[in-house]
């Protein structure tokens, strides 16, 4: 990678995955960054996006990005982001 990732458009590009954890009760969901971008403003800095704990529902969480290597799977369950009408 040529700099630091800031925005969600950035690591949507590079594939990456977004873990965010409630700063709460600790509860951690994943979601592909290309997902994300398609709900929020995609030059959005990665820190300053809107998640609320689906555990506890505090809207005080951490979201730090991570590269997906699709070579070599890891364990974990990525969630789908999706609005409801």
């Keep these: 990678m040529a700099g ?3 925005t969600i458009r950035q690591a ?10 409630c700063r709460g009760c600790g509860h ?3 979601f592909l960054a ?3 971008v398609q709900f929020v403003n995609p030059v959005r800095e990665i ?4 998640f ?5 529902g505090l809207k005080d ?3 730090k990005a991570s590269e997906y290597d699709r070579d070599r799977r890891p364990d ?9 009408r």
């Excluded at 820190?47 to 809107?50: I, M, S, T, V």
Aim: aromatic share 2%.
């Design 34 to 36: 290309s997902d994300v």
């Design 76 to 84: 974990i369950v990525v969630w789908r982001p999706m609005r409801l």
């Design 52 to 56: 609320s704990c689906g555990e506890c």
């Design 12 to 21: 949507a590009r590079h594939g990456m995955i977004l873990a965010v954890t």
């Design 61 to 63: 969480c951490s979201v």
């Design 47 to 50: 820190e300053a996006l809107p």
């Design 4 to 6: 630091p990732i800031r």
């Design 28 to 30: 951690v969901a994943r």
